[in-house]
Structures are given as structure tokens and as C-alpha cells.
């Protein structure tokens, strides 16, 4: 065969047919009613502030202003970089005049953004972290999104957005953007785990892989060890346990949304557990730890707080943090059994004690 001729099938054989996201919404839900459309729509959304996102980042040390701190704190206490701060507006410019949600509440903001009257207001809420992992933002290594969308429940008269302090039942979709060497938004609405790689030639998301499945185990285990002396002893035990068992290797990149889409591509276990200072941990529910735990479910996975199924948890403010045990089931199920085993014997020591 002619090299060109060679080439020409080659490329052919790599191609994909071409699943667009909103294609892809309408056929897991097998529908084109009003709410099928909605959730194409919003998917869709989602969608174009990720590609807008992701051009900036591409090019963000050559764009004056696109790196470094706002010189702003946000609500979390934490410093702002200017890259969340463009990525938070992004999401709100590309859902004002939308149309499908009535708020977006965000880990950079007190309270969410209320679509003005004058612009159509939906019926959904859009809850996400713009930029996870910005402390790789400065030095161009991989960054994520993460996003949930909920049904807003009664009027929310008052303004304080209650109705979101759920479970992470109640959303009804959820996933996140990986900004890495190609662009993929991994996403789930109830129906599997579902990759799209962002094709910039075309300016559009295609199915890359389809009802993603977390190996039931895996080798990583994905925590930061820098905190080894402020987490509770059975979080010690168990890096002790893996640093003294054969087939386990660790991997931190500083982005959940990293960590968390190599342990659902290959197996394993990442851990933000609570620390002396902090016993909540650092992950915000609402934001981060409810819509991969929404993910890690549907692709046969679990996660935990380490002693509650975290999809359970309801959260008592926007702001709520939680412990987060996440990925392989035999792995999670690990991690806690040494939580448990601390528990037991604690609780033993106090018995004896009375
Ligand atoms: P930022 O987005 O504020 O940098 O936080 C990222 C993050 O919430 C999560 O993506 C990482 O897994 C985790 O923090 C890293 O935190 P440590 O630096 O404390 O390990």
C-alpha cells in the first residue's frame, strides 16, 4: 500500500464517530422531553465555559494578567488567583442569559449568583469549583473543574439558598474538566461515567470512552503525606500498612480532579482525611467531595467520609467541608477498616476505664 494511502486509513481507523455531548445526553435518556432537553443544554453549557477556560489556560503565560493572585481572599479564607477568578465569571457569563439555572453558588462565592429578573431564570442550580488545584495554575501543570447541577426545591424566598443543603442524592448530575495535555470533561447524569476529549481542531467535546468502570483495586494510593503527623492514628496505620505491603505506589499532584481521574481510569484510593487542625479535612461537599462521590458510584466505586457513605452527608452550610475516601472499593473499604478498628479499640479503652 501507497504511504499516503497507509496514512489516509490510519487516520481514518483513529477517527471517532463523532458523539457530541448534547448528542450524547439525549440518547442516555433515551427522550426529548422538556427535561431531557434541559440537561443537553446545560451539559452543553458546561461544555462551551470548559473550552473557554481551556483556551486561556493554553495560552496563559503569554496573556498579561492571567497568572498569579488577585490580591483578593476568598470566602474560604484562601488567596485568589486570577485564574479563578476569570473561571468563576466564566461560568456565570456563559449561564446568565441561559435561560436553565436560577443561581450558581460556587466555592469562590459567600452566597451563590442569582440570575438577574431581566434575564430568563431556570429551574436548576449550577454548583461547581471553577479552577481545582490552582496552585498548579502558575506553573502549567494540570488543573480541573468540578460541577454538580440540582433541581431547585420551593421558592428560596429568603435568599439563602437552603434547598441545596442536601445530600449528594439529590443531584442529578454531576462531574468536572481536566485541563491536562488534551482537555476531557468526564461527566454522569445517573447513567454511567462518560469521557469527552476536547477536539481543538473542532471546538468540540467527543465520547473518547464510554461507561467508564474504577477497577475494584488499584495500586495508587493518592494523599498527602506531608500531613502524616496531623491525621488521626488510623490514617497512619494505613500508610504504614501500604509503605510494608508489596504493589502499592503513591501519586500527588495537588489537583484532586487529577488525582481523582487517575484512580477512576486505573484503580486505587485517594485520601484527604481530617488533620489536628482541621478534622472536617480541607474538601468543600457541595463543591468537590458530593460530585465525585456522585462519579466514583456510578462507575462502581465508593466514598466515604471514613465513617459515612459520603453521598449521605448533608452538609450544614454552602461552605461545609468533609474527610474524603475515595476511588477502588476494596481499597476504600480498606482505609476504613482501619478507621474502624481505632474506633473499636478506643471504645474498648473506655469501657474498661468505667
Ligand atoms: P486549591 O484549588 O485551593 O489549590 O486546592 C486544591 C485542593 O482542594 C485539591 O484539588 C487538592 O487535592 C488539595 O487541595 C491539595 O491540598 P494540599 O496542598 O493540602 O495537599
Not at 107 to 128: A, D, F, Q, V
Not at 171 to 192: D, E, F, K, R
Request: charged share 25%; aromatic share 8%; glycine share 8%.
Amino acid at each position: 500500500m501507497a504511504d499516503v494511502e497507509r496514512s489516509l486509513v490510519e487516520e481514518h481507523s483513529l477517527d471517532r464517530d463523532c458523539t457530541t455531548l448534547s448528542r450524547h445526553v439525549l440518547q442516555q435518556l433515551k427522550s426529548f422531553s422538556a427535561d431531557a432537553q434541559d440537561l443537553s443544554a446545560l451539559m452543553n453549557r458546561i461544555a462551551l465555559a470548559a473550552k473557554i477556560i481551556s483556551r486561556r489556560l493554553s495560552r496563559a503565560d503569554l496573556v498579561e494578567g492571567a497568572l498569579g493572585f488577585t490580591g483578593n481572599v476568598n470566602v474560604q479564607g484562601e488567596s485568589v488567583k486570577k485564574m479563578d477568578a476569570y473561571a468563576n465569571d466564566v461560568f456565570i457569563s456563559v449561564f446568565k442569559q441561559s435561560g436553565l439555572v436560577c443561581r450558581l453558588a460556587s466555592e469562590e462565592m459567600e452566597k451563590p449568583y442569582y440570575i438577574p429578573e431581566n434575564c430568563p431564570i431556570g429551574r436548576y442550580s449550577l454548583i461547581y469549583d471553577p479552577i481545582d488545584g490552582s496552585s498548579n495554575v502558575d506553573i502549567n501543570l494540570n488543573i480541573g473543574s468540578i460541577f454538580a447541577i440540582r433541581r431547585q426545591q420551593g421558592d428560596d424566598i429568603d435568599g439563602e439558598a437552603t434547598d441545596l443543603l442536601q445530600d449528594g442524592h439529590q443531584q442529578i448530575a454531576a462531574g468536572y474538566v481536566i485541563y491536562g495535555p488534551s482537555t476531557m470533561l468526564v461527566y454522569s447524569i445517573g447513567t454511567g461515567v462518560h469521557a469527552f476529549t476536547l477536539d481543538p481542531s473542532l471546538g468540540e467535546f467527543i465520547l473518547s470512552q464510554e461507561n467508564m468502570q474504577v477497577p475494584d483495586h488499584g495500586p495508587v494510593y493518592s494523599v498527602n503525606e506531608g500531613n502524616f503527623w496531623q491525621w488521626d492514628e488510623s490514617i497512619r496505620d494505613y500508610i504504614r500498612y501500604v509503605h510494608r505491603h508489596e504493589g502499592y505506589t503513591a501519586r500527588y499532584s495537588g489537583a484532586l480532579v487529577g488525582d481523582f481521574h487517575r484512580i477512576l481510569c486505573q484503580g486505587g484510593v485517594f485520601i484527604y482525611p481530617g488533620t489536628v487542625k482541621k478534622p472536617e479535612g480541607k474538601l468543600r461537599l457541595l463543591y468537590e467531595t458530593a460530585p465525585l462521590a456522585f462519579l466514583i458510584e456510578q462507575a462502581g466505586g465508593r466514598a466515604s467520609t471514613g465513617t459515612q457513605n459520603l453521598m449521605d452527608v448533608v452538609p450544614e452550610k454552602l461552605h461545609t467541608r468533609t474527610p474524603l475516601i475515595i476511588g477502588s472499593k476494596e481499597d476504600v473499604a480498606l482505609v476504613e477498616s482501619f478507621i474502624q478498628e481505632r474506633a473499636r479499640e478506643s471504645k474498648e479503652a473506655i469501657a474498661s476505664r468505667s
